[in-house]
C-alpha cells in the first residue's frame, strides 16, 4: 500500500462548481499535512496547510479525519485558473525531515 | 524574504556524461534541503535530504550523489548519466521546527539523451 494515496483523475469541472479531492495515508504517526499545486511543467507551489481542526482559505476548505487517515481538499465556486495538479503532502516526525508526497489529481475547470 | 534558485533551468546531456546541478538558498539559516525528481506524468520522487552541513541522506540507491559544501548550497551530481536520469528535478528546503511546509526551486529539466 502506497504511503500517500490520491484519486489521479483527471476531474473536469465546469467553471463555478464545488470540486473535492480526498487524500489517503498509511502511517498512523504522521503529524504535518498540506496541499500543493503544481501547474504544468512549473514547481509544486504551496497552496494550504491542513490543521486538525480544518481551515478555510477563501474558495478553499481543507479538512482532516485522523480517524480514517484522510485529508480533503474543497474547492468552491471554481475558476478556469484552479486547473492544475493538487498534490497531498504527509510529514512523519518520526523520520527526521521526511516528507511524503501523493503523485497528485488533476483538476481541469472548463469554461 | 527567502528565496530559493536552481540552475541550470534546462539540460540535454548525453548518456554516460556527468551531471552537475546547483541550489542556492537565500535569507534564511540551517534549512533543511531536498532533491527531487519527477518524471514525466508522475509524482515526485525524494532522492535526497540534508539537515545540515555535510549530513547527506539517500533515498534511493541509483547513480546519483548529493553534497552540501556550505549551508545553503545543496548540489546535486553524477559521474555518468543513465537514459533513465532524464526528468524534472526540484530542490526543496523547509526549516526543522517550523511547520515542515516546504518551498521549491524553479527546478530543473534534464533530458539525457
Known amino acids: 500500500r502506497k504511503e500517500v494515496e490520491q484519486d489521479p483523475g483527471p476531474f473536469n469541472v465546469p467553471e463555478g462548481a464545488t470540486v473535492a479531492f480526498n487524500c489517503t495515508y498509511s502511517?498512523?504517526?504522521?503529524?504535518?499535512f498540506f496541499w500543493y499545486r503544481q501547474d504544468c511543467r512549473k514547481e509544486p507551489k504551496l497552496l494550504m496547510s491542513?490543521?486538525?481542526s480544518g481551515n478555510e482559505d477563501g474558495r478553499f476548505t481543507a479538512q482532516l479525519n485522523r480517524a480514517s487517515q484522510y485529508i480533503s481538499l474543497l474547492i468552491r465556486d471554481s475558476k478556469l485558473s484552479d486547473s492544475a495538479t493538487y498534490l497531498c503532502?504527509?510529514?512523519?516526525?518520526?523520520?527526521?525531515?521526511?516528507?511524503?508526497f501523493g503523485s497528485g489529481t488533476r483538476l481541469s475547470i472548463r469554461p | 524574504s527567502q528565496t530559493i534558485h536552481q540552475w541550470p533551468a534546462t539540460l540535454v546531456q548525453p548518456v554516460g556524461s556527468p551531471l552537475s546541478l546547483e541550489c542556492t538558498v537565500e535569507?534564511?539559516?540551517?534549512?533543511?534541503l531536498y532533491w527531487y525528481r519527477q518524471a514525466a506524468g508522475r509524482g515526485l520522487q525524494l532522492l535526497f535530504y540534508?539537515?545540515?552541513?555535510?549530513?547527506i541522506s539517500s533515498e534511493v540507491p541509483q547513480n546519483l550523489s548529493a553534497s552540501r559544501p556550505q549551508d545553503r548550497q545543496f548540489i546535486l551530481s553524477s559521474k555518468k548519466l543513465l537514459l533513465s536520469d532524464s526528468g524534472f528535478y526540484l530542490c526543496?528546503?523547509?526549516?526543522?521546527?517550523?511547520?515542515?511546509?516546504?518551498?521549491f526551486g524553479p527546478g530543473t529539466r534534464l533530458t539525457v539523451t
Open positions: 526543496a528546503w523547509n526549516l526543522e521546527g517550523a511547520l515542515r511546509e516546504q518551498y
Open positions: 491542513v490543521y486538525s
Open positions: 535569507g534564511t539559516s540551517n534549512p533543511n
Open positions: 540534508s539537515v545540515g552541513i555535510g549530513q
Open positions: 502511517n498512523s504517526a504522521s503529524q504535518s
Open positions: 503532502v504527509v510529514t512523519l516526525y518520526s523520520s527526521a525531515s521526511k516528507i511524503i
